[in-house]
């Protein structure tokens, strides 16, 4: 199972690399009237949950990396991994859709102050994009790491001796 050690690695980096970028992501915005506003991932909720998912998902990633190094998982154990994995890509899908709506809208908004945010200050709107982007390589990774522990787990049941 060395190659599920290594998805399960990658999936941390790619889901803590995701975190840092949003953590980041912040530009300041003068006005003509010598007004100074910080625009960060912290004024937007649906931003919030996205980091929050992703860093729930790198603790659990950790924690159950540990755990299946520690020990050589039985099969019926690999399922409660696997249904984990699997609650662990559902909050990082419905983290990316919330952000990845912020991001549109953000995009393509009419409004004057968004505008500005993603016209003049791109560095902003592109760091929320390579943050989501980071997420969703996590989240494949967390597919494959699902089907992997589903098909070991039936290997093992089948023939728990010999394979």
């Given amino acids: ?10 999936a941390i980096i790619t889901t803590c690399i995701a975190a840092v970028i949003m953590v980041t992501a ?9 007004i100074n506003k910080d625009v960060k991932f912290s004024i ?6 996205f980091l929050a998912a992703n860093v729930i998902v790198f603790i659990y990633s950790i924690i159950a990396l540990l755990i299946s190094i520690i020990k050589k998982l039985k099969p019926i154990n690999l399922l409660w991994i696997a249904l984990a994995d ?15 709506a912020v991001s549109a809208e953000l995009e ?13 200050y791109c560095r902003f709107c592109s760091q929320i994009n390579a943050s989501i982007g980071m997420s ?12 992997l522990s589903l098909v ?12």
């Avoid at 070991?152 to 394979?163: D, L």
């Fill in 136 to 147: 969703m390589v996590g989240t494949a990774l967390y597919v494959a790491l699902i089907i």
């Fill in 44 to 49: 937007i909720s649906a931003l919030k949950y």
């Fill in 108 to 120: 393509n908004i009419d409004d004057g102050f968004a505008r500005r945010v993603c016209s003049f």
């Fill in 1 to 10: 199972m060395e190659i599920g050690y290594v998805a399960r690695l990658r």
């Fill in 26 to 34: 912040k530009v300041t915005i003068s006005s003509k009237y010598d």
């Fill in 86 to 100: 699997l609650v662990a890509v559902s909050m990082l899908l419905t983290g990316n859709g919330a952000a990845s």
């Fill in 152 to 163: 070991i787990a039936y290997r093992r049941s089948r023939c728990p001796s010999a394979c």
